[in-house]
C-alpha cells in the first residue's frame, strides 16, 4: 500500500540533545513537508522540499534542520537549539502544481517530550 | 486577524442532525481550500476539496464564496463516526510554493 511513513510514534529528548524524526513516502510524490501541532492550534510549518537536494524553510524553521537527499525521505532533526520542543510533529507529501489544487496527505505523526 | 479563523467548538449535536461549519480566510488571493478531518491524536486526513461552484460528497457538502472569503461545510444526517475536529485549509502561492495554511479547527461531537 502506497503511504507516508513517520518513526517513531513517541519520542523524548533529554535537554542538549539532538533528535531526527524519520518520514519515508513511496507515493512518488515530489513535495514534503514537515509541520509542527501545539494543543488548540493549526498546523505551522517547519521546512518544505519540492524537489531531491533543496529545501526552504517555512515559518518556524528556527532550531530544526532537515535535508533531501532521496524522493522517498526527508527526515527532521530538532536540535537542542529548539527551547520548546514538545508537541506532534507532522510529514506530509503532494504532487506538485502550479494551481495549489493537489492536496498534503499525512504521515501518522511522531509525539515528542522533553524528559 | 489569523490568515485562516475557524469557530473553535464544540459543537455537540445528537445523531441524525445537520451541522454546518464556517470558516473565513484573509488573503483574497487564495487560490484552493480544503476540508480536513483529524481525529484526536491522529493526523489529519482530507475530507474533500472545495470548489467554486460547490461539492458534494454523499452526506457532505462544501461551499465556497470567494468574495466574502468564506467556505462552509455542511454535514446530513450526522453519524458517532462523524465526531472529530474539521480542518480548514487554504492555499496561497507564497515564497514560490503553494502554502498551505491551517485553521485551528472546529470539534464536532455526536451523542446518541
Known amino acids: 500500500d502506497g503511504g507516508i511513513t513517520q518513526s517513531p510514534k513517541y519520542l523524548f529528548r533529554k535537554e542538549g540533545q539532538n533528535v531526527t524524526l524519520s518520514c519515508e513516502q513511496n507515493?512518488?510524490?515530489?513535495?514534503m513537508y514537515w509541520y509542527r501541532q501545539d494543543p488548540g492550534q493549526g498546523l505551522r510549518l517547519i521546512y518544505y522540499?519540492?524537489?531531491?537536494?533543496?529545501?526552504q524553510k517555512g515559518d518556524i524553521a528556527e532550531g530544526y534542520s532537515v535535508s533531501r537527499e532521496k524522493k522517498e525521505s526527508f527526515p527532521l532533526t530538532v536540535t537542542s537549539a529548539q527551547k520548546n520542543p514538545t508537541a506532534f510533529y507532522l510529514c506530509?507529501?503532494?504532487?506538485?502544481?502550479?494551481?495549489?489544487?493537489?492536496?498534503?496527505?499525512f504521515g501518522d505523526g511522531t509525539r515528542l517530550s522533553i524528559l | 486577524r489569523k490568515e485562516v479563523e475557524q469557530d473553535p467548538g464544540p459543537f455537540n449535536v445528537p445523531e441524525g442532525a445537520t451541522v454546518a461549519f464556517n470558516c473565513t480566510y484573509s488573503?483574497?488571493?487564495?487560490?484552493?481550500f480544503f476540508w480536513y478531518r483529524q481525529d484526536c491524536r491522529k493526523e489529519p486526513k482530507l475530507l474533500m476539496s472545495v470548489y467554486s461552484s460547490g461539492n458534494e460528497d454523499g452526506r457532505f457538502t462544501a461551499q465556497l464564496n470567494r468574495a466574502s472569503q468564506y467556505i462552509s461545510l455542511l454535514i446530513r444526517d450526522s453519524k458517532l463516526s462523524d465526531s472529530a475536529t474539521y480542518l480548514c485549509?487554504?492555499?496561497?502561492?507564497?515564497?514560490?510554493?503553494?502554502?498551505?495554511?491551517f485553521g485551528a479547527g472546529t470539534r464536532l461531537a455526536v451523542h446518541p
Open positions: 507515493l512518488n510524490h515530489d513535495a
Open positions: 488573503n483574497s488571493a487564495s487560490q484552493s
Open positions: 485549509v487554504v492555499v496561497l502561492f507564497s515564497g514560490g510554493y503553494n502554502k498551505l495554511i
Open positions: 522540499s519540492q524537489i531531491v537536494n533543496d529545501f
Open positions: 506530509a507529501s503532494s504532487r506538485e502544481s502550479g494551481t495549489g489544487d493537489q492536496p498534503q496527505h
